[in-house]
C-alpha cells in the first residue's frame, strides 16, 4: 500500500480517540448548521403557537399582563375547540396577586386538557439544578411536562423526551406533542430542516379581540408562551439564529410527530470510511487515491444530510478525521517519491521512475552517456552545469521523438523506443551524435561534450535488470570509444562471474585453478638463459583459461590485486630460490600493480619472503606499469625507493605506452627498461616502431639499464635487436610461459641444448 499498516493503524486508532472524546463533532456541528439554513419543511399545523408578543404588551396598561387577563386568553382558546393548551409560563413569583385564583379555577377546569410548564434552572456558582413546579392550586389533574433542555455549543440541538426534575421522571412539552414516550430518560435530536417561517403564531391581543378565526386553533395543541422580548426566552437554533423557546417546543414536537429519531453515532460511518480507504490504498487503486478519497468525504456529508432527513443522527467528525490524517501521510509518501523520482537538477524523472514502470515489453531501452561528465562538472563554474545538464537534455528531448527522457545523477540519460523503430536505431543514433558535434555554449565557454549510447533489445528481464544492462553497453562504448554498442547475453555472464570475482578468487587460490608460469629471458649477444618472468594464470573449471588482462583487471577493481600479487611473488620467490640451490643465479621478475605501491607494509611483506626462501634481494626484479599513478603518490615514490635501497631490482614495464615518460625515468633509477611487444612486434615492417625501439635501447644505455625486449616472435627480429644493442630478449620464438617443472627439466640439460 502507499502508506505503511502501521501508519493506517495510529491514524484508526487517533480516529477513534476523536470519536470517544467527541472532539469531532464541531465539524458535524458545522454541517448541521450550514444544511439546516437551507431548510424549507413546512411544519404539520397541527401545533399553533397563541403568543404573548410585544405587540400584546403594548397594548397593556403598564405593560404587564394580570393573572386576569391570563385567564382571558386560556379561556379564548378553549372556546375556539383546542385540542390541548400547554402553559409556557411559570407563575411562581405570582402567586400573592389578588387574582391568581381566577388563572387556577380557569385552568382546573380545563382537566387532563391543560399541560403545565416544570421549569428547571442552574443554582448560581454550583453544578445543581432546582425545579419549579406549579403550585398545587391548579389541581391534580392538569398534566406536567418538562420544558427543560441541555446547550451543546450555546444553542439547542437535543430536546429530552422524558426528563428528571428533582427526582421526578416528567415527559416533556415535545413528547406529548409528538405523542412518544419514553420509560427511562432521553434525548432526541431535532430535525433542523423545518422553516420557522412557516409555524403558525397568533398574538394574544388579536385572539381577545377576536380577530383570530376560531378554526385555525380547533382540535390543535396551542402552545400558550411568550415570546416578547422582555421576558428573555430566546434560544440559538442550529441554522435560524435566535427563536422563541416555543418554536423549539413546536419543531421537537414535530420532529416527533414524524417518526422516531435514532443516533447511530461515530462507529459506523468511521467503520465504512476505514472500508473506503483500504480498498483506496490497493496497489490496483491507489493511482485513484485522491478522487476515492474526495468522493468518500462527498458521500459521508452528503449520507449524513440525507440520514438527517429520515430522522437518522450520525457524526462523521472521526471519519473525517480518518481521512484527514491518512491522506496527509499519503500526500507525504507521494510528495516524496515524486522527489525521489525526479531528477533534482533537470526536474526530468530519473531512473527509478523509469523502472517503476509498467514492463518495458517489445520496448528497446536506450541509455546515453556523457563522456566526460565528471570532468566539465568540475570545471564549470556556479550554475554551469545545471546549464550544461539543461542543454544536453534539451537536444535528447528534440531529438527522441516525443518519449519521455530520464536522467540520472551522473550525466545518464535513458529513454524507450517503440519496437518498430529497431530498425533505425543506428541511424537514429547517429542523428544525435550529430547533434552534439556543434559545441555547447555555457556563459561565455564553449563546451565540447562527447556521448556514448548503449542499447538493449533484449525482451527478457525486468525493467531495472534491461535499464542496468543497456547502462552496462553505454559503459562499454566509453570504453572502447565506440559511438553505441548492444548488451550482448555474454555480456551478462561477465557481468555475473564479475559480481562473483572475489569469492571465485578465493576458490581459484586454494583449488589450485590459479598458478604460475614462467617465461625464460635470454641475453641476446651470449644466447644464455639470464632470467625469468613469473605470469599469473588462471585455469578455470568451466570457463575454461581466463585472459590475464581480464582477472588481473578485475582484481585490481575488486582490491583482490594484493593477496594475487602476493600468492605470485611467494611462488616466484620459493621458484627462484629453488634454482639457486641447483646452482643457477637466474633473475625472477614479478610484476607489480601500481596500486600496490601505496601499502606502506609492501617492502617488509617481500623482505618477509626472501629471507624466509633465503633468496638475495639482487635476485628478484620489480616489474612496474601505470607509472602515472606513482608520480601522485608521495608513498608509491616512497616504496620504490625503499624496494631500491633493499637491493630489489627496478623494471618500468610495457615502456612506450601512454602509462610510462620520460619524467618518471628522471625520479625512480630503474635498473631495466622493458620495450612494450606491440613495438617489437612490427619493428621490421614500421619505420616508426624501429626508430621507437633504436631509442628507447640508447636510452637505456644512456641511463646505465638494461634494455628488455619483449614479444620476440621471430629469428629475424632476434637479429635486428642484437644490431640495435638491446641486452635481453623474450617472446615465444625463445620459449613460451611453462610450468616451473617443465623449466627445471629444461634448465638440467646440458648447457649448449638450453641457449637460445
Given at each position: 500500500?502507499?502508506?505503511?499498516?502501521?501508519?493506517?493503524?495510529?491514524?484508526?486508532?487517533?480516529?477513534?480517540?476523536?470519536?470517544?472524546?467527541?472532539?469531532?463533532?464541531?465539524?458535524?456541528?458545522?454541517?448541521?448548521?450550514?444544511?439546516?439554513?437551507?431548510?424549507?419543511?413546512?411544519v404539520s399545523?397541527?401545533?399553533?403557537?397563541?403568543?404573548?408578543?410585544?405587540?400584546?404588551?403594548?397594548?397593556?396598561?403598564?405593560?404587564?399582563?394580570?393573572?386576569t387577563?391570563?385567564?382571558?386568553?386560556?379561556?379564548?382558546?378553549?372556546?375556539?375547540?383546542?385540542?390541548?393548551?400547554?402553559?409556557?409560563?411559570?407563575?411562581?413569583?405570582?402567586?400573592?396577586d389578588?387574582?391568581?385564583?381566577?388563572?387556577?379555577?380557569?385552568?382546573?377546569?380545563?382537566?387532563?386538557?391543560?399541560?403545565?410548564?416544570?421549569?428547571?434552572?442552574?443554582?448560581?456558582?454550583?453544578?445543581?439544578?432546582?425545579?419549579?413546579?406549579?403550585?398545587?392550586?391548579?389541581?391534580?389533574?392538569?398534566?406536567?411536562?418538562?420544558?427543560?433542555?441541555?446547550?451543546?455549543f450555546?444553542?439547542?440541538?437535543?430536546?429530552?423526551?422524558?426528563?428528571?426534575?428533582?427526582?421526578?421522571?416528567?415527559?416533556?412539552?415535545?413528547?406529548?406533542?409528538?405523542?412518544?414516550?419514553?420509560?427511562?430518560?432521553?434525548?432526541?435530536?431535532?430535525?433542523?430542516?423545518?422553516?420557522?417561517?412557516?409555524?403558525?403564531?397568533?398574538?394574544a391581543?388579536?385572539?381577545?379581540?377576536?380577530?383570530?378565526?376560531?378554526?385555525?386553533?380547533?382540535?390543535?395543541?396551542?402552545?400558550?408562551?411568550?415570546?416578547?422580548?422582555?421576558?428573555?426566552?430566546?434560544?440559538?437554533?442550529?441554522?435560524?439564529?435566535?427563536?422563541?423557546?416555543?418554536?423549539?417546543?413546536?419543531?421537537?414536537?414535530?420532529?416527533?410527530?414524524?417518526?422516531?429519531?435514532?443516533?447511530?453515532?461515530w462507529?459506523?460511518?468511521?467503520?465504512?470510511?476505514?472500508?473506503?480507504?483500504?480498498?483506496?490504498?490497493?496497489?490496483?487503486?491507489?493511482?485513484?487515491?485522491?478522487?476515492?478519497?474526495?468522493?468518500?468525504?462527498?458521500?459521508?456529508?452528503?449520507?449524513?444530510?440525507?440520514l438527517?432527513?429520515?430522522?437518522v443522527?450520525?457524526?462523521?467528525?472521526?471519519?473525517?478525521?480518518?481521512?484527514?490524517?491518512?491522506s496527509?501521510?499519503?500526500?507525504?509518501?507521494r510528495?516524496?517519491?515524486?522527489?525521489?523520482?525526479?531528477?533534482?537538477?533537470?526536474?526530468?524523472?530519473?531512473?527509478?521512475?523509469?523502472?517503476?514502470?509498467?514492463?518495458?515489453?517489445?520496448?528497446?531501452?536506450?541509455?546515453?552517456k556523457?563522456?566526460?561528465?565528471?570532468?566539465?562538472?568540475?570545471?564549470?563554474?556556479?550554475q554551469?552545469?545545471?546549464?550544461?545538464?539543461?542543454?544536453?537534455?534539451?537536444?535528447?528531448?528534440?531529438?527522441?521523438?516525443?518519449?519521455?527522457?530520464?536522467?540520472d545523477l551522473?550525466?545518464?540519460?535513458?529513454?524507450?523506443?517503440p519496437?518498430?523503430?529497431?530498425?533505425?536505431?543506428?541511424?537514429?543514433?547517429?542523428?544525435?551524435?550529430?547533434?552534439?558535434?556543434?559545441?555547447?555554449?555555457?556563459?561565455?565557454?564553449?563546451?565540447?561534450?562527447?556521448?556514448?549510447?548503449?542499447?538493449?533489445?533484449?525482451?527478457?528481464?525486468?525493467?531495472?535488470?534491461?535499464?542496468?544492462?543497456?547502462?552496462?553497453a553505454?559503459?562499454?562504448?566509453?570504453?572502447?570509444?565506440?559511438?553505441?554498442?548492444k548488451?550482448?547475453?555474454?555480456?551478462?555472464?561477465?557481468?555475473?562471474?564479475?559480481?562473483?570475482?572475489?569469492?571465485?578468487?578465493?576458490?581459484?587460490?586454494?583449488?589450485?585453478?590459479?598458478?604460475?608460469?614462467?617465461?625464460?629471458?635470454?641475453?641476446?649477444?651470449?644466447?644464455?638463459?639470464?632470467?625469468?618472468?613469473?605470469?599469473?594464470?588462471?585455469?578455470?573449471?568451466?570457463?575454461?583459461?581466463?585472459p590475464?588482462?581480464?582477472?588481473?583487471?578485475?582484481?585490481?577493481?575488486?582490491?583482490?590485486?594484493?593477496?594475487?600479487?602476493?600468492?605470485?611473488?611467494?611462488?616466484?620467490?620459493?621458484?627462484?630460490?629453488?634454482?639457486?640451490?641447483?646452482?643457477?643465479?637466474?633473475?625472477?621478475?614479478v610484476?607489480?600493480?601500481a596500486?600496490?605501491?601505496?601499502?606502506?607494509?609492501?617492502?617488509?611483506?617481500?623482505?618477509?619472503?626472501?629471507?624466509?626462501?633465503?633468496?638475495?634481494?639482487?635476485?628478484?626484479?620489480?616489474?612496474?606499469?601505470?607509472?602515472?599513478?606513482?608520480?601522485n603518490?608521495?608513498?608509491?615514490?616512497?616504496?620504490?625507493a625503499?624496494?631500491?635501497?633493499?637491493?630489489?631490482?627496478?623494471?618500468i614495464?610495457?615502456?612506450?605506452?601512454?602509462?610510462?615518460?620520460?619524467?618518471?625515468?628522471?625520479?625512480?633509477e630503474?635498473?631495466?627498461?622493458?620495450?612494450?611487444?606491440?613495438?617489437?612486434?612490427?619493428?621490421?615492417?614500421?619505420?616508426?616502431?624501429?626508430?621507437?625501439?633504436?631509442?628507447?635501447?640508447?636510452?637505456a644505455?644512456?641511463?646505465?639499464?638494461?634494455?628488455?625486449?619483449?614479444?620476440?616472435?621471430?629469428?629475424?627480429?632476434?637479429?635486428?635487436?642484437?644490431?640495435?644493442?638491446?641486452?635481453?630478449?623474450?617472446?615465444?620464438?625463445?620459449?613460451?610461459?611453462?610450468?616451473?617443472?617443465?623449466?627445471?627439466?629444461?634448465?638440467?640439460?646440458?648447457?649448449?641444448?638450453?641457449?637460445?
Amino acid at each position: 500500500m502507499i502508506v505503511s499498516w502501521r501508519t493506517l493503524g495510529l491514524a484508526l486508532l487517533l480516529s477513534i480517540l476523536v470519536g470517544v472524546s467527541t472532539a469531532g463533532e464541531l465539524a458535524d456541528r458545522m454541517i448541521a448548521t450550514a444544511t439546516s439554513r437551507l431548510g424549507d419543511r413546512p411544519v404539520s399545523g397541527d401545533i399553533v403557537i397563541v403568543a404573548l408578543d410585544d405587540r400584546t404588551l403594548g397594548q397593556t396598561p403598564g405593560g404587564s399582563f394580570s393573572m386576569t387577563q391570563y385567564a382571558e386568553v386560556i379561556d379564548a382558546i378553549d372556546k375556539a375547540g383546542a385540542k390541548r393548551i400547554f402553559l409556557d409560563f411559570f407563575f411562581d413569583r405570582r402567586e400573592s396577586d389578588p387574582d391568581f385564583s381566577r388563572l387556577t379555577d380557569t385552568v382546573r377546569r380545563l382537566g387532563d386538557r391543560a399541560v403545565l410548564a416544570v421549569a428547571t434552572k442552574s443554582m448560581p456558582g454550583t453544578d445543581r439544578t432546582r425545579s419549579i413546579f406549579p403550585n398545587p392550586a391548579f389541581g391534580e389533574e392538569a398534566q406536567l411536562a418538562s420544558i427543560a433542555w441541555d446547550y451543546e455549543f450555546w444553542q439547542v440541538w437535543s430536546v429530552p423526551i422524558t426528563y428528571v426534575a428533582d427526582g421526578r421522571k416528567l415527559p416533556s412539552f415535545a413528547s406529548l406533542l409528538g405523542g412518544k414516550t419514553s420509560p427511562e430518560p432521553r434525548s432526541f435530536r431535532l430535525d433542523l430542516s423545518y422553516d420557522t417561517d412557516s409555524i403558525p403564531q397568533y398574538g394574544a391581543a388579536d385572539l381577545l379581540a377576536g380577530r383570530v378565526d376560531p378554526a385555525r386553533l380547533k382540535d390543535k395543541d396551542v402552545i400558550f408562551a411568550p415570546t416578547a422580548s422582555t421576558f428573555q426566552d430566546a434560544h440559538y437554533l442550529p441554522g435560524h439564529d435566535l427563536v422563541p423557546g416555543a418554536y423549539i417546543h413546536l419543531i421537537a414536537g414535530e420532529t416527533l410527530k414524524r417518526g422516531n429519531p435514532v443516533d447511530i453515532g461515530w462507529i459506523p460511518p468511521l467503520a465504512a470510511m476505514l472500508l473506503t480507504l483500504l480498498v483506496a490504498l490497493l496497489p490496483r487503486f491507489q493511482r485513484w487515491y485522491a478522487p476515492i478519497a474526495f468522493a468518500a468525504v462527498g458521500a459521508a456529508i452528503v449520507g449524513k444530510v440525507l440520514l438527517a432527513t429520515l430522522l437518522v443522527t450520525s457524526s462523521i467528525g472521526a471519519s473525517l478525521f480518518l481521512v484527514a490524517a491518512v491522506s496527509a501521510n499519503v500526500s507525504r509518501k507521494r510528495r516524496r517519491t515524486s522527489a525521489q523520482r525526479e531528477n533534482p537538477v533537470s526536474g526530468l524523472p530519473n531512473f527509478e521512475a523509469l523502472r517503476g514502470q509498467a514492463p518495458f515489453g517489445s520496448a528497446t531501452i536506450i541509455a546515453a552517456k556523457l563522456v566526460n561528465f565528471e570532468d566539465l562538472a568540475a570545471f564549470l563554474p556556479g550554475q554551469g552545469s545545471q546549464q550544461l545538464v539543461d542543454q544536453v537534455a534539451r537536444r535528447l528531448t528534440l531529438a527522441c521523438h516525443g518519449t519521455q527522457l530520464h536522467h540520472d545523477l551522473d550525466g545518464t540519460f535513458a529513454w524507450l523506443v517503440p519496437y518498430y523503430q529497431h530498425s533505425q536505431i543506428e541511424g537514429h543514433l547517429a542523428g544525435l551524435a550529430a547533434l552534439f558535434n556543434a559545441p555547447l555554449t555555457i556563459g561565455e565557454l564553449r563546451v565540447d561534450v562527447a556521448i556514448a549510447f548503449g542499447v538493449n533489445d533484449e525482451f527478457e528481464g525486468s525493467n531495472a535488470q534491461r535499464l542496468a544492462a543497456a547502462l552496462v553497453a553505454a559503459e562499454r562504448a566509453v570504453r572502447t570509444r565506440a559511438l553505441w554498442t548492444k548488451y550482448a547475453p555474454r555480456q551478462k555472464e561477465d557481468a555475473g562471474w564479475q559480481l562473483s570475482f572475489h569469492s571465485q578468487l578465493e576458490d581459484a587460490l586454494t583449488g589450485g585453478d590459479i598458478w604460475v608460469a614462467f617465461q625464460p629471458q635470454y641475453d641476446i649477444r651470449t644466447h644464455q638463459l639470464v632470467g625469468v618472468e613469473a605470469l599469473a594464470r588462471w585455469t578455470h573449471p568451466t570457463r575454461g583459461p581466463i585472459p590475464p588482462d581480464e582477472f588481473i583487471v578485475q582484481a585490481e577493481k575488486s582490491q583482490d590485486i594484493y593477496r594475487l600479487t602476493l600468492f605470485v611473488m611467494d611462488q616466484a620467490i620459493r621458484s627462484a630460490a629453488q634454482l639457486q640451490e641447483r646452482g643457477l643465479r637466474i633473475h625472477m621478475s614479478v610484476n607489480l600493480s601500481a596500486t600496490l605501491l601505496d601499502h606502506a607494509d609492501l617492502v617488509g611483506t617481500i623482505r618477509v619472503m626472501l629471507t624466509a626462501h633465503h633468496l638475495p634481494a639482487e635476485m628478484l626484479t620489480i616489474e612496474i606499469t601505470e607509472t602515472a599513478q606513482i608520480e601522485n603518490s608521495r608513498q608509491a615514490r616512497q616504496t620504490l625507493a625503499q624496494l631500491r635501497r633493499a637491493g630489489i631490482r627496478l623494471s618500468i614495464d610495457d615502456y612506450g605506452t601512454g602509462q610510462s615518460n620520460l619524467e618518471y625515468l628522471t625520479e625512480i633509477e630503474a635498473d631495466e627498461i622493458k620495450i612494450d611487444k606491440r613495438f617489437v612486434m612490427t619493428m621490421r615492417d614500421s619505420q616508426r616502431n624501429f626508430e621507437v625501439v633504436k631509442s628507447t635501447i640508447d636510452l637505456a644505455h644512456r641511463l646505465g639499464a638494461v634494455a628488455v625486449a619483449e614479444g620476440i616472435e621471430d629469428a629475424p627480429t632476434m637479429a635486428l635487436l642484437a644490431e640495435l644493442g638491446c641486452d635481453v630478449g623474450q617472446g615465444y620464438h625463445l620459449g613460451k610461459p611453462q610450468l616451473f617443472s617443465e623449466l627445471a627439466a629444461r634448465l638440467a640439460t646440458p648447457p649448449h641444448s638450453r641457449s637460445a
